[in-house]
């Protein structure tokens, strides 16, 4: 099985900058896409930033404040949150779509969330 644990997530002030980091372990083949998604209470899952292969995405309201990277070696993914705005407050999730052998296909896998809230 496949377990993936965020951190870092907590309380800032609009501006303030937070880092969540999220690591996967378990049988794990290969890891195709990461990434990072955020939901409201009663709204869908909005994916927030992705990486694969060295490509980024981005959704348009955090472009050019939120940067994702990733450590293949030890299978982590980051989100760095800079210039933080009340409106980037939700549960964040971590995302990994991982094979967990050569013959086998690619799953989703969630994190359990973790929770940022941006006020004064």
């Known amino acids: 099985q496949v377990q993936l644990v965020e951190s870092g997530g907590g309380l800032v002030q609009p501006g303030g900058s937070l880092r969540l980091s999220c690591a996967v372990s378990?049988?794990?083949?290969?890891?195709?896409?990461m990434g990072w998604y955020r939901q409201a209470p009663g709204k869908e899952r909005d994916m927030v930033a992705t990486?694969?292969?060295?490509?980024?995405n981005y959704v348009d309201s955090v472009q050019g404040r939120f940067t994702i990277s990733r450590d293949n070696a030890k299978n982590t993914v980051s989100l760095q949150m800079n210039s933080l705005k009340p409106e980037d407050t939700d549960v964040y999730y971590c995302?990994?779509?991982?094979?967990?052998?050569?013959?086998?296909?690619?799953?989703?896998?969630w994190g359990q969330g973790t929770q940022v809230t941006v006020s004064s």
């Open positions: 995302n990994a779509i991982v094979s967990d052998s050569s013959d086998s296909p690619h799953y989703r896998y």
């Open positions: 378990g049988k794990i083949f290969s890891i195709h896409t």
């Open positions: 990486i694969s292969s060295g490509r980024t």
